[in-house]
């Protein structure tokens, strides 16, 4: 099992936040650093006001080493899938091989009012999404001297040179995740390096990966080519004391946390990622809301890492 670090920007943080995370992670250990794209905070004020996720990263690759780097997940509705290939691959470059791209349909509405960007119904927004990924992983696999064309409702591409070219071979990993019966298995199966399931409990992300798995084999796709992972809340403490406090620190309740997190003791958070390799997860991305404490980084690592690192 390897592990993630997840942040949320847009609750408030600089580059400079960002990058004292990011290398505090590598120094610890983890395999990765993922940061959410969204603009609009969702509680307290969000000052000093949202960064964009593909340029954190692209200052990210320069100012690291060995840490993977990406999203989760950008939204199909932000950008037009042909200039964020070429971005994505640029940073892919920059890194030198170690991005990758968490992409879904978009959800939140308000977010889209509030800087300008049309939020159509879910169908039409997982009809785009379905299309920006055949764009991406297009231009993404087409050779040099060739062109790519895609025949599209919403994302018509004309000839596009294949120049769109990432440091990875065939291009950067893709991450699609969600609770969708249908469609998002589906899309997982056809485009997807890893299925990501998000602060669900043990119980439903078992769920959630037999439902990609299905998919796959609908697909005619080997189901242990995707990499599965899940997504929690973090919130160490070996005393009651420091876990009240860093459950206090993000205004959430411990026993709540508990319930729907990694919460807890080393005991108590082993045991719980042990029931999530029992349903098949095989990374874990650590929600880390208090950017200020990087001793919890820490912690994690000296005392969970090498039990199950």
């Not at 892919?92 to 049309?118: C, K, N, P, T």
């Not at 650590?286 to 919890?296: C, F, K, P």
């Amino acid at each position: 099992m390897d592990f993630r670090i997840f942040t949320e920007p847009q609750q408030g943080a600089t580059y400079d936040d960002l990058l004292a995370v990011a290398r505090a992670a590598e120094d610890a250990g983890y395999d990765g650093f993922f940061r959410s794209d969204h603009y609009l905070h969702m509680s307290g004020d969000g000052a000093p006001g949202p960064t964009d996720a593909w340029i954190t990263l692209a200052g990210l690759a320069r100012d690291t080493q060995r840490l993977r780097l990406g999203t989760l997940v950008t939204a199909a509705t932000f950008r037009l899938p042909g200039p964020l290939a070429v971005a994505v691959a640029g940073v892919d470059q920059m890194s030198g091989g170690r991005v990758e791209l968490g992409i879904g349909a978009g959800w939140f509405e308000a977010e889209h009012a509030a800087y300008g960007i049309d939020f159509p119904d879910v169908r039409e927004r997982f009809d785009r999404l379905e299309e920006q990924l055949a764009v991406i992983t297009g231009l993404w696999t087409t050779p040099r001297n060739e062109t790519f064309s895609h025949d599209g409702s919403h994302y018509p591409i004309v000839d596009a040179p294949g120049l769109v070219a990432a440091a990875q071979p065939g291009g950067v990993p893709i991450i699609i995740g969600g609770s969708g019966k249908r469609r998002t298995p589906s899309l997982a199966a056809r485009y997807a390096d890893e299925f990501n399931a998000a602060f669900d409990s043990v119980e439903t992300s078992g769920e959630l990966f037999a439902r990609v798995h299905g998919a796959c084999e609908e697909h005619r796709r080997d189901p242990d080519e995707l990499v599965l992972s899940v997504a929690q809340v973090l919130c160490v403490g070996n005393d009651e004391t420091t876990l009240r406090r860093r459950a206090a620190a993000i205004s959430r309740d411990v026993d709540e946390l508990r319930a729907n997190g990694l919460a807890g003791s080393t005991d108590e958070i082993v045991d719980k990622l042990g029931r999530f390799a029992e349903v098949g997860a095989t990374r874990v991305y650590l929600q880390v809301l208090d950017l200020a404490d990087l001793d919890h980084l820490e912690d994690f690592a000296a005392d969970v890492l090498p039990q199950l690192g």
